[in-house]
């Protein structure tokens, strides 16, 4: 499948690609996805996804995170934590995503993405066929006591604004491929699940 074309000005031309896809998927042993993980802030959506990554890596499967956290570093800097700069947060790391599929990589996820629309429209981006919605379903609750870096706390006591599931909304998937539950089933299990929907759905002989 090949990219839609439409939204560059009229002076901005399409290259079209040279090399077959096939012969990159059977390079790398499989065709490319996305599996994108929302959840809320402390669900486990980053440990899945450097534990997936591992279990591909051992497959010798190339693939590569990208984690919300650490694309705020760089790329993606200049964003905050309003309901746009979330909207703009999702679009950039689909281009990215969509980019590294078309290079033939896995790309993993991990982006709280709490708006159905941004999903969307990342699925858009990303292609419909290659995209994996996998929803880390963990509690808030839980969330909220694990709080590994301390943020829950800070937002209950103000600190933070707009904190997904305090003071800013979070939508679950209505239909996802998974769901992931990091109170009811251990880590291995869940990056298990996510690895066989891969193989059975995207890897190539
Ligand atoms: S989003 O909503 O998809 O744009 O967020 P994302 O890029 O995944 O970044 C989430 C991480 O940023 C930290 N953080 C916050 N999260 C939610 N709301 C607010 N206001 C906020 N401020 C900082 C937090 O550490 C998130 O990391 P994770 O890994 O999800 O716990």
Redesign the pocket.
């Known amino acids: 499948p090949s990219r839609r074309r439409g939204d560059a000005p009229s002076n901005i031309y399409w290259h079209p690609a040279q090399a077959k896809q096939e012969i990159r998927h059977a390079c790398f042993g499989a065709r490319p996805a996305t599996v994108w993980l929302?959840?809320?802030?402390?669900?486990g959506?980053?440990t899945i996804a450097y534990e997936l990554e591992q279990l591909l890596l051992r497959e010798r499967h190339p693939c590569y995170v990208l984690?919300?956290?650490n694309?705020?570093h760089h790329l993606?800097r200049d964003?905050?934590?309003s309901a746009a700069?979330?909207?703009e947060?999702?679009r950039r790391?689909a281009e990215v995503a969509h980019l590294m599929n078309e290079a033939g990589l896995i790309v993993i996820t991990?982006?709280?993405?709490?708006?159905r629309q941004?999903r969307d429209i990342a699925r858009e981006i990303v292609l419909p066929e290659r995209f994996v919605e996998v929803h880390v379903s963990t509690a808030l609750a839980l969330?909220e006591e694990r709080d590994?870096?301390g943020?829950y706390a800070r937002?209950r006591q103000g600190q933070?604004?707009?904190?997904?599931?305090?003071?800013?909304p979070y939508e679950a998937p209505l239909s996802p491929t998974l769901t992931l539950d990091t109170g009811a089933a251990s880590l291995a299990h869940s990056t298990r699940r996510v690895y066989q929907h891969l193989a059975r759905h995207f890897f190539v002989e």
């Open positions: 929302t959840g809320l802030s402390g669900a959506k980053s984690d919300g956290d694309l705020r993606n964003l905050g934590f700069d979330r909207s947060n999702i790391a991990a982006f709280i993405s709490p708006l941004d969330c590994p870096k943020l937002a933070i604004p707009e904190f997904t599931g305090i003071s800013a």
